[in-house]
């Protein structure tokens, strides 16, 4: 079993939708939590730590359930420049990334 | 400010040959960190460094060398390239360790995409 999990998607959507991903994580020792983003053929980038609280950023929503081990990144009002793929980190002395799960907005 | 950057973009190899694949960063960031990015597959820690002169394994080390002689630069060496070695591969630099548990920011140069034959 992978030690972090993503549904690969695609997800493809409509401008103005929201959709939302899980990411599932084998590790209860894990210590903290974060969502890259990764363009086509470019390098990932940090988008934001997930808190355990729950964390928001404009039109980005991060929600941490430590007892059922996942993590959930929600957009909201999806615009076309949100296509690429996102990348659940979760943090163990080692970052451990998941696969990505691949957005397209479409207009 | 350049952040990370990494040179070649691209390279081909035959299988046997060896390369080095060199990684710079000006933020004057302790760690750095060598990946590689396969299809289906979230990025792999091949080796990485908590400072200068010094260098440990990640998850896939094997059939990699590394050296940090300088703290802005991290090599990464393939000594006998193989095709199991065709990949993406990522350098990423950070000023606070592995076990910093709730800051861990790493920022990642542009990638070198590596193809075997």
């Known amino acids: 079993r992978k030690e972090v999990e993503q549904d690969p998607g695609p997800f493809n959507v409509p401008e103005g939708a929201t959709v939302a991903f899980n990411c599932t994580y084998s590790n209860s020792a894990s210590q903290s939590f974060f969502w890259y983003r990764q363009d086509c053929r470019k390098e990932p980038k940090l988008l934001m730590s997930v808190y355990s609280s729950g964390n928001e950023d404009g039109r980005f929503t991060a929600q941490l359930n430590r007892a059922s081990q996942y993590i959930s990144l929600l957009i909201r009002d999806s615009k076309l420049s949100d296509s690429a793929t996102y990348l659940c980190v979760v943090n163990n002395n080692d970052m451990r990334f998941g696969a990505g799960t691949r957005l397209t907005v479409k207009p | 400010n350049a952040g990370v950057t990494q040179t070649p973009k691209f390279r081909v190899l035959k299988t046997g040959q060896s390369m080095t694949l060199l990684c710079a960063q000006d933020?004057?960031?302790?760690?750095m960190y060598w990946y590689r990015q396969d299809p289906g597959m979230g990025l792999r820690l091949i080796h990485y460094s908590v400072g200068e002169g010094t260098t440990a394994k990640g998850e896939v080390p094997d059939g990699y060398n590394v050296s940090r002689l300088k703290k802005q630069n991290f090599l990464l060496g393939l000594e006998s390239a193989a095709p199991s070695q065709t990949s993406v591969y990522f350098c990423a630099s950070s000023s606070l360790g592995r076990l910093a548990a709730y800051q861990e920011t790493q920022y990642f140069g542009p990638g070198t995409r590596l193809l075997v034959l």
């Open positions: 933020m004057n960031h302790e760690y």
